[in-house]
């Protein structure tokens, strides 16, 4: 199961936002229990005014009343249970009231212009100080509300700020704000870890795997990431220190044993003619192939390739001329087939003319009993050979492109290198090559390179190829 880090994040951020809100309710609880009583009336007096004026409505008949649903509040409830409890509700037509007023907060407010829009009295009763509150409502037309009569607990105070029965209070607030915070914080969060991992990834989809190749690019990393970033690098570093002791090696074996291999095969010319010398010859050859191939393939693996603008038709057909000796020695023909505009490529041309080469005499070599090898360069940056000979069968034609595999049945003086290195050559131009079936019978090579997207001088010596 796929786990994303920004929900764990985003719980964290929750889980840490309700944690303020709880100490947030605790202090706010701690300043309530705290305030004085003269203080707390007036919170109670306002609140219960202003629950009034909002459940101001008129019935069907047009008269004025208050709706019970506005008034199922903790503080209507609280005000009810107490005998003082009164209000007065005047629309300037109609009158409603609860309660008794007391006489010198009635002759006060009913002295109070109707202009002034808030006004407070206060007066004891029942050995307790009251509080008598005149306010205006402007509702559909203005209404005066006056209200008193009430004395709440410090507790009650707290029900009446905190627990709300219908969607009143903070309770309800405090939920949507954890809503609100749990959604922004899966979305946004997610987005900020997203973003800077994704530059990660990207950075380490272009590491193509070359000698001193890229390397994950740190520059806008948090540093959360960096990290992970330098042991990514230092590995890479190890991996090329590894490969560059591998490529040297093969290097140096493959050149201090051509000329022991050289005086060898000179000598065995010397010999008189025979069966054995004929063998010894010939082995000598494939081995002297093999060394040869093998530095071929250390030169490539350890150099950077020069890239630069090149007509692809022009190396196809300078390739052919060089080759066309070899292929009559062995009675097959070569046959260039090319537009007459260029073929424009970046590339490498030492690089292109050695997979080319490579190809040709793969097909001299193997493709027994074909009297023509046709080469085409085609637009807009694609190379094909094309034999008659035998082919390779399609089960192992993605194999033979590995080091030193060759076909089931092929013979003769093959070291099982050239795909490979032909393989190699198009893996650092950003091209592909692909094995098909000759109609009528052979292989059919097809080397196409990326010219949408050309690798320049500057990315390829970045990328070690």
Known sequence: MNRSIAFPVAAL???????????????????????SAEDRLQINTSELSRTLGAAIAYDADGHLTLDRQKLATNIIEFAEAQPAYWYVIDDGRQVISHGQQPAEVKRVFDQTPRE????????????????????????????????GGIVLSNWETV?????????????PLFGAILVATT?????????????????????????????NGRRISDADTP?????MVAAFNTALMRIDAAFAAQRNFLANAAHE?????????????RLPDGELRDGLIRDTKRLGSIVTTLLQLARLSGQSLTFADMDLAAVARAVVSDQVPMALKHGIDIELRSPARPVSLS???????VALENLLLNAVRHAVGTKLIVVEALSPAEIRVVDYGPGIPSDERRDVLQPFVRGRDREGEGTGLGLAIVDQIMNAHGGTVALGETEGG?????????????VDAESAAQAGV
Not at 223 to 227: A, G, I, Q, V
Not at 442 to 454: K, W
């Open 347 to 353: 590339g490498s041309e030492a690089a292109i003319r």
């Open 116 to 147: 002034i829009q808030y006004s407070e009295f206060r007066y004891r009763q029942d050995n307790h100080d009251m509080l008598g509150i005149r306010s205006v409502s402007r509702g559909d037309g203005p209404k005066i509300v006056s209200v």
């Open 442 to 454: 052979g292989l059919t090579v097809r080397l196409s390179f990326n010219s949408a997207h050309p």
């Open 13 to 35: 951020l929750v889980v840490g936002m309700a944690i303020v809100m709880l100490l947030g309710t605790v202090l706010t609880l701690a300043i309530i229990v705290s305030i």
């Open 183 to 211: 959604s922004i914080a899966v979305i946004i969060v997610r987005g900020t870890i997203a973003r800077p991992v994704q530059r990660v990834v990207r950075s380490a989809e272009r590491i193509d795997g070359l000698p």
């Open 257 to 269: 044993l051509r000329t022991p291999l050289t005086k060898m095969r000179l000598k065995l010319e």
């Open 159 to 171: 029900l009446v700020a905190l627990v709300p029965v219908r969607s009143q209070g903070l309770l």
């Open 223 to 227: 540093s959360e990431l960096k990290p």
